[in-house]
T-cell receptor
Framework: QKEVEQDPGPLSVPEGAIVSLNCTYS??????FMWYRQYSRKGPELLMYTYSSGNKEDGRFTAQVDKSSKYISLFIRDSQPSDSATYLC?????????????????FGQGTILTVHP | DAGITQSPRHKVTETGTPVTLRCHQTENHRYMYWYRQDPGHGLRLIHYSYGVKDTDKGEVSDGYSVSRSKTEDFLLTLESATSSQTSVYFCAIKGEGTDTQYFGPGTRLTVL
């Protein structure tokens, strides 16, 4: 079983829809959670970063973390065709015995999103 | 954009040949990472570096080696390329006191 599970989709929605993307994880040491957006044939770019549980909002994007359920979400409001991309969740935390993890990220496999006009 | 470049951007090679990919940064960041991306697997860590000459293995390190002789350069070597190493390779960097990584544009490698 993978440490981080993400539904690969593909997900296709009409312009203006609210999009919900999700990841579940099994490692309780994860404390820092990120969402990356990756356009076709490009490198991933950081979209959202959250620490521990709670919500964070940035424009049309909201990231939620529920550590008790080991579940994170990304919501996109008023989705646009330019949001069409692969969305990757990533997370990190303490290393073995509570030491440093050297910032190593564990990624979900990514969800392919298409927003059609 | 974070100052990260990767070279070459595309490469086609034959099974059994050695291949070296280069990652170059202008941010003077301590941490550098090599990932591979394959359909159905997302990004998987190959090797990482936490300083000059300080490197360690990631999740999928078999068949790969790395070197970092200068802060700005992190090299990934496939000693004898195999078809299973056909993939897109990404380099990433991270500064101190932050958890977020910034990625390069990627290298698309095909091993025939």
């Amino acid at each position: 079983q993978k440490e981080v599970e993400q539904d690969p989709g593909p997900l296709s929605v009409p312009e203006g829809a609210i999009v919900s993307l999700n990841c579940t994880y099994s490692n309780s040491a994860f404390q820092y959670f990120m969402w990356y957006r990756q356009y076709s044939r490009k490198g991933p770019e950081l979209l959202m970063y959250t620490y521990s549980s709670g919500n964070k909002e940035d424009g049309r994007f909201t990231a939620q973390v529920d550590k008790s359920s080991k579940y994170i979400s990304l919501f996109i409001r008023d989705s646009q065709p330019s949001d069409s991309a692969t969305y990757l969740c990533a997370m990190t935390g303490l290393g073995n015995a509570g030491g440093t993890s050297y910032g190593k990220l564990t990624f979900g496999q990514g969800t392919i999103l298409t927003v059609h006009p | 954009d974070a100052g990260i470049t990767q070279s070459p951007r595309h490469k086609v090679t034959e099974t059994g040949t050695p291949v070296t990919l280069r990652c170059h940064q202008t941010e003077n960041h301590r941490y550098m990472y090599w990932y591979r991306q394959d359909p159905g697997h997302g990004l998987r860590l190959i090797h990482y570096s936490y300083g000059v000459k300080d490197t360690d293995k990631g999740e999928v390190s078999d068949g790969y080696s790395v070197s970092r002789s200068k802060t700005e350069d992190f090299l990934l070597t496939l000693e004898s390329a195999t078809s299973s190493q056909t993939s897109v390779y990404f380099c990433a960097i991270k500064g101190e006191g932050t958890d977020t990584q910034y990625f390069g544009p990627g290298t698309r490698l095909t091993v025939l």
